[in-house]
């Protein structure tokens, strides 16, 4: 089992930046495809960046980048998002997520979630 924990979601203004955090806990390793997805009210999940734990490879959805940045600190066990330049369109429940079947952006394919932090951008 592996155990996810986000933080850092908030309020912010467009054009403004915040930066998410995930804990992971539990059996973590290198075989994990790592990512960050994202929900709107009334949308479906959807991917926005990945990166593989054992690498430094890192993938993001067109509508983020240039703007967003993965990145991971294999000693903390941690996975961050740098949003910067926001937009409203932005605004969604984010999740962190872990696949053991290698980098997919397919919701069924991630064997855990944490529980998601809320990001709002105002016009």
């Known amino acids: 089992q592996v155990q996810l924990v986000e933080s850092g979601g908030g309020s912010v203004q467009a054009g403004g930046s915040l930066r998410l955090s995930c804990v992971a806990s539990?059996?973590?390793?290198?075989?994990?495809?790592m990512a960050w997805f994202r929900q709107a009210p009334g949308k479906e999940r959807q991917f926005v960046a990945g990166?593989?734990?054992?690498?430094?490879?890192?993938f993001y959805a067109d509508s983020v980048k240039g703007r967003f940045t993965i990145s991971r600190d294999n000693v903390k066990n941690t996975m961050y998002l740098q949003m910067n330049s926001l937009k409203p369109e932005d605004t969604a429940l984010y999740y962190c997520?872990?696949?053991?079947?290698?980098?997919?952006?397919?919701?069924?394919?991630?064997?855990?979630w944490g529980q998601g932090t809320q990001v709002t951008v105002s016009s």
């Open positions: 539990g059996r973590t390793g290198s075989r994990y495809f």
């Open positions: 990166v593989l734990w054992s690498s430094s490879s890192t």
């Open positions: 997520a872990a696949s053991e079947s290698g980098h997919s952006r397919a919701v069924l394919l991630y064997n855990y």
